[in-house]
DNA sequence: ACCGTCACTCAAAGCGCTTTGGGTAGATGA
DNA sequence: TCATCTACCCAAAGCGCTTTGAGTGACGGT
């Protein structure tokens, strides 16, 4: 079923079919009743390519999914990102179309998105330290949002984005205040901004309190588990080994709890761990007391607000930049104890 | 740029760039060249939209994702496995859409797709015993492949599937010889068509060794951590507890070895954990040993190629349904042993 | 010299919608 | 009574592409 079709079916001009359909005002209420009843009853809906031909947008948002070449990892906060920007997308009317595409050829995807006019707009994820899209999307003048920011780029342009610096200075204050000294950091992939504004926050509480970050207590890598495990039970086998744990991702701090147990140690005891905690839905932080100490901050909000941001900018163009930054909450958990004391 | 100001740039018609660049016979390889290399240089390339309404295909495959309305969660597989199909899709020019959906009003999406014409196909994911999204799909006349099956509907229909209960049975009986007698089933949700088979294959093997299942070492539920967590333990406190647990995924395997290892027991050796793995990126099963004696397969490489299926039925119509079955390998790894000697 | 063939190229219609720029009939005010 | 509004409604153009059906010039065969 088509305009056409449905218009001569009412014996009414496209025009006014249309008309009635999009709530202009120059439709009779009668009308107006008779046709939004004759579209349900012949389940009739405009195409989305004739619609958007004709008015010119797209009514759909592109989500580039980085796939990082060397580690074929897809990053697990996605699943749970996706679905809080989808709700949003849907209630709007609006489409998500998803490029899955390894950080190579990114660039060619946005231009593609661009020159197609598949898109009206487009979330940067997983924003890089100087990430280079940001430059490129405003050069390209297509409205895009960033999740997370990219330091090193001082235009003004949409981001959301939680406090990492903030948190995870806060969770090394909240390990200082327990006693503990030799504080570990395992930390994203070298490169991602988050992971540079957590150590930041991590070195300043140290700083502050007059330590110095250890090299031999930090590390980053692509947050698995086996990375968390790994670290851990190296860190732990060495002279002076941390006696607490600062983890960048509760798929790392299983790892981490793992190589600690293997030890015979007692997590929250022996060894204390605090992690961020992105509320992904397929792994909470256990029930009502939480397993891990953690800064926490739901992805899939993020998302859904994220969505909103983008859907406003591309509503109001001249509206300048809109940004959002979200401060983690930090829950104790089990996982922190006072530091063991030496003997 | 658009097709018009391409050819007048070229001093040619719409009709013979269009051809030119879709690879018709008609042009000269001279001309052909020549605008090729125009369309580089300014950076050309259609309108989806507009390719769309004329050709009457929409270049883009729906990928429908429920989310639970009970639990909100995300299927955690999802992400990997929208990677591997979006590999094929950018292969093909073709685009994935995305719909974020309440498993309440499915039904209402998947018209909505079909009647605005805004893909050429969906994948159904998650699908469960009797799910009645096949029929509809069918009487929709929308192409579409499954990632799974759906027990109970037999017309023909697309799909692609790891060969639960065989996996299961396998990992069943591999517990079996090595002396396990009291084996729990850690499974996905009830209704879910994965789950029905692996516990078939699961209670195949018990009955093949003169075992019958015993109600109380069988959970199901959405597979998180503290999901197989909370249940290891539970089953670990009562009497005549199981020496053996089979887990549906390696999430929820996190939870039972920490029941376990709560519980003062070591895995392999006090209880064994067999899990299946999907071998998610971000989730490896350890390293080159597998923490975890798994049953394996790939959901990526089952994105991919699921994919490559729905296009070929997309391309050929009359095409009778393909089908695929994958069978899952059994990796040892060190989570199972003998079963303990009762005293 | 004429006629087919080839090898290219083109104008125009059509995909399904929105939107512009009217048109018409009835009601209203002078 | 007539001009002027309203309130509705319509025909047609246009969005950017593909595709049909037709045209043109060059060339070889007779």
């Known amino acids: 079923m088509n305009l056409k079709e449905l218009s ?39 195409s989305t390519r004739a619609k958007g031909l ?12 980085p796939i990082s070449s060397k580690h074929e990892m897809v990053n697990p906060i996605f699943g749970d990102f996706i679905a809080g920007a989808g709700e949003t997308y ?28 598949a898109v009206d707009g487009v979330v940067v994820h997983g924003p890089r330290m100087d990430d280079p899209r940001i430059a490129l999307l405003q050069s390209l003048d297509l409205p895009f949002a ?5 330091s090193g780029y001082d235009q003004p342009y949409a981001w959301l984005d939680v ?31 988050f992971a540079h504004r957590r150590r930041e926050g991590y070195a300043a509480s140290l700083m502050a309190h007059d330590g110095a ?48 147990e293997e030890k015979g140690y007692v997590m929250g005891k022996d ?5 961020h905690d992105d509320a992904l839905s397929y792994l909470q932080n256990g029930g009502d007391v939480p397993i891990f100490t953690a800064t926490r901050s739901s992805v899939r909000d993020a998302g859904q607000q994220l969505a909103e941001m983008l859907l406003a900018a591309i509503a109001n163009p ?8 979200l401060e983690a909450e930090l829950m104790v958990g089990s996982s922190t104890g006072p530091a063991p004391r030496k003997d």
């Open 54 to 65: 004709a008015t010119g947008k797209a009514l759909a948002i592109g989500h580039v999914i």
């Open 90 to 117: 849907a209630r709007h009317g609006y489409e998500m179309i998803l490029s899955i595409v390894d950080d190579a050829s990114e660039r060619r995807i946005y231009e593609g998105l661009k020159s197609r006019r």
């Open 163 to 193: 406090n990492n610096r903030r948190a995870f200075e806060r969770a090394t204050d909240f390990l200082f205040d327990l006693g503990h000294r030799r504080i570990a950091l395992i930390n994203g992939l070298e490169g991602m901004d």
């Open 318 to 325: 001249l509206m300048p930049p809109q940004t959002r930054l």
């Open 8 to 46: 001569q079916n009412l014996g009414l001009s496209q025009t006014t079919v249309s008309r009635a359909l999009n709530g202009y005002p120059e439709v009779s209420p009668a009308t107006r009743r008779r046709v939004e009843e004759a579209a349900r009853t012949f389940n009739y809906s405009p």
């Open 146 to 150: 960033v999740h997370g920011r990219a």
């Open 213 to 260: 970050p250890d090299p031999d207590l930090m590390r980053s890598g692509e947050m698995t588990e086996v990375f968390g495990y790994t670290c851990t039970r190296d860190m732990l086998a060495r002279d002076n080994p941390p006696t607490a744990v600062l983890c960048s991702s509760l798929i790392s701090a299983l790892g981490v709890r793992r190589a600690i």
């Open 271 to 275: 060894v204390s761990v605090v992690t």
